[in-house]
């Protein structure tokens, strides 16, 4: 990785978010940051990186941020840069002075404002999954396009739209209870990011592991930067034994099922990091959703073998974490583990009546009804679910299955 590439992973949401405590502008903070990085594109292969790329990039997107307002002052024949000289802090003043680096300058604490931001409450959920993921971690606009499965014109006037409605925003870290909830929004997005790229509901892929690494890191700046959470540190755990699994999930481009993987493909470094974050909340934290699915996820982590797997924990957990939620993907998911410590039609009696949008439920049921031995039910509910379904691995999945049952 070059230092151009290192800075842009670690550094932008850092330097983004000192821009827009100076500034308190988002537009203007995130087009110098921009520049910034595109000069030095243009400059670092010829001349070398500097010795501190970071401060470079602050110095170099803070003037351009100055030349623009100055610019805009004396288009509107008003006072250059007084009232915004007035509004910086100390910190920013200092910056403006003497090129500090961002270590320097308290920038812990305005990033997880901008993480704030971003989890503003005006904002709909998947409006703010993508604008975080773009100004916190930096990551391109057409790469989140297709994390999201829409065009990069789309996802762009998406962006253009949050940004606008964050407009006048405080950018500051609330107390108690908002805080608390603006974390727990935050972590949400997290994960929606995360699920949209392990699994993705259309398209080619079985799974985009480069973007699912991203919603990780996600979790971690915030576990970085903000207040402690037996909750983030259970969905860190849970995202990462889910992610360990991402090269066995996938064969030649073909979907492979969680009982079928070469377990000698999952990352056991990381299965073990999750682990150890686990087991103390295991012991002594309070159930919560994410805290239940990571104690699933690990159960599977932890068997040597799919055979070896207690479906019946597994089950267990499902049902207080359906009772807790009341999700009907839950339900689905319940009925599965059921399945496979009591049968088939244990599982079977848990999706009766049930109504869930999309293909999951009917390759649920369809599954449960071919171990049943009833074959023709089985090739209907296949053939629902492919009715349903939008990606291409899964489908090609389906219709392997549903051909064994009948050529």
Not at 296 to 325: G, N, Q, V
Request: a negative charge; hydrophobic letters at 50%.
């Amino acid at each position: 990785m070059t230092p151009l590439e290192t800075a842009l992973r670690d550094e932008w949401g850092r330097l983004l978010a000192l821009l827009v405590a100076q500034f308190r502008r988002l537009d203007l903070a995130e087009d110098s940051l921009a520049e910034a990085f595109e000069s030095a594109a243009r400059t670092w292969p010829d001349q070398g990186a500097p010795a501190n790329p970071p401060a470079w990039l602050l110095t170099a997107a803070r003037r351009r941020a100055l030349n623009r307002l100055r610019a805009e002052a004396v288009a509107a024949k008003s006072l250059p840069l007084l009232a915004v000289e007035a509004g910086l802090t100390e910190n920013a003043r200092r910056v403006i002075a003497d090129g500090s680096a961002p270590e320097e300058i308290g920038a812990v604490d305005e990033r997880l404002r901008l993480i704030l931001l971003c989890a503003h409450p005006s904002l709909a959920p998947e409006a703010a999954a993508a604008l975080t993921v773009r100004l916190v971690l930096g990551v391109p606009t057409s790469d989140i396009a297709r994390l999201f499965l829409v065009p990069t014109t789309t996802m762009a006037a998406r962006l253009t739209r949050a940004r606008k409605s964050l407009a006048g925003a405080a950018f500051e870290v609330p107390t108690g209870s908002v805080l608390e909830a603006r974390i727990s929004t935050v972590a949400d997005i997290a994960y929606l990011a995360f699920t949209a790229a392990y699994a993705p509901g259309s398209g080619q892929d079985v799974v985009r592991a480069t973007e699912a690494g991203e919603a990780i890191r996600l979790v971690q700046v915030l576990r970085e930067v903000g207040p402690e959470s037996g909750d983030l540190d259970a969905l860190l755990a849970l995202m990462m034994l889910q992610h360990s699994r991402r090269d066995a999930r996938v064969d030649n481009g073909k979907l492979v099922l969680l009982p079928d993987q070469d377990r000698s493909r999952w990352h056991t470094t990381e299965i073990a990091e999750a682990l150890a974050l686990l087991t103390p909340m295991a012991q002594q934290a309070p159930s919560t959703p994410y805290l239940l699915q990571a104690l699933i996820a690990a159960e599977h982590s932890i068997a040597p073998t799919a055979a070896d797997t207690d479906w019946t924990r597994i089950a267990e957990w499902y049902e207080e974490l359906e009772s807790m939620t009341g999700s009907p993907v839950v339900r689905i998911n319940r009925a599965v583990a059921l399945a496979e410590a009591e049968g088939p039609a244990a599982g079977l009696c848990l999706l009766d009546g049930l109504q869930v949008p999309g293909h999951r439920l009917p390759a649920v049921r369809a599954e449960l009804l071919a171990r049943a031995g009833r074959p023709e039910e089985a090739v209907t509910a296949y053939d629902a679910a492919l009715a349903a379904c939008d990606n291409a691995a899964e489908r090609d999945h389906l219709t392997h299955r549903r051909a064994t049952l009948r050529p």
